[in-house]
């Protein structure tokens, strides 16, 4: 089981750990608009879900290793990994099968280059269009349920982050028992910019791993 965890966590590209990130200036659209390796993620993706012949997603990808489960998100309703309530209820159907067989923890990452992009903002928007009362009911509850998997989970998630992780995707860390990062993740919670407030219960979390002060 430690062999196949190693190999799993290598193939991610997270061989290399660092402990810190610093000198993150880009903002979310101009790093997203500035991409020039997008159509090796575009191969990457289709690859992988290729010759992955069981537990079959649309968002996701899911592989029953020796010991444990491995989640990776490879979205195809959303850009750059985004979640929408598409993609997060598909890594919620994941984590509750990994919950109930005997997968000794989860293995959670990304395939490409970016790990996760937070939420699916265009996604959200399209469908303020109509009844804007009632979908920001349908977001926000699709969100706590999303959240809420990963605070339950009782087994231990070990979370590769191969890339950028914003919004979302940076709050959700705190909550998984083990954050490994290559020399390319950088992190960002662009709340303000976005008139966003924060998510994944990182009004919390965060104060508590950074201190109040940062």
């Excluded at 659209?29 to 991409?35: C, K, Q, S």
Aim: aromatic letters at 10%.
């Amino acid at each position: 089981g430690t062999s196949a965890f190693m190999e799993a966590l290598a193939a991610n590209g997270t061989t290399n750990i660092q402990t810190s990130v610093t000198g993150v200036t880009a903002g979310k659209r101009r790093f997203i608009d500035d991409r020039r390796d997008q159509p090796f993620d575009k191969r990457l993706r289709f690859s992988v879900r290729q010759t992955e012949s069981a537990y079959r997603y649309r968002d996701i990808v899911v592989r029953k290793q020796d010991g444990f489960t491995h989640i990776l998100l490879s979205t195809k309703s959303s850009e750059n990994n985004s979640l929408n309530p598409e993609v997060m209820k598909e890594v919620q159907s994941a984590l509750n099968t990994a919950a109930a067989d005997d997968s000794k923890l989860v293995l959670f990452s990304a395939v490409g280059s970016i790990f996760c992009c937070g939420l699916d903002f265009i996604y959200f928007i399209r469908r303020l269009t109509d009844d804007r009362k009632k979908e920001s009911t349908k977001m926000a509850e699709a969100i706590r349920n999303f959240v809420n998997t990963f605070i339950q989970f009782k087994k231990p998630i070990i979370v590769a982050v191969n890339g950028p992780a914003i919004g979302l995707g940076a709050s959700i860390l705190p909550l998984c028992d083990v954050v490994w990062a290559n020399e390319k993740a950088w992190f960002q919670t662009p709340y303000t910019t976005f008139g966003q407030s924060p998510d994944g219960c990182s009004s919390l979390t965060f104060p508590r791993i950074m201190g109040l002060a940062s």
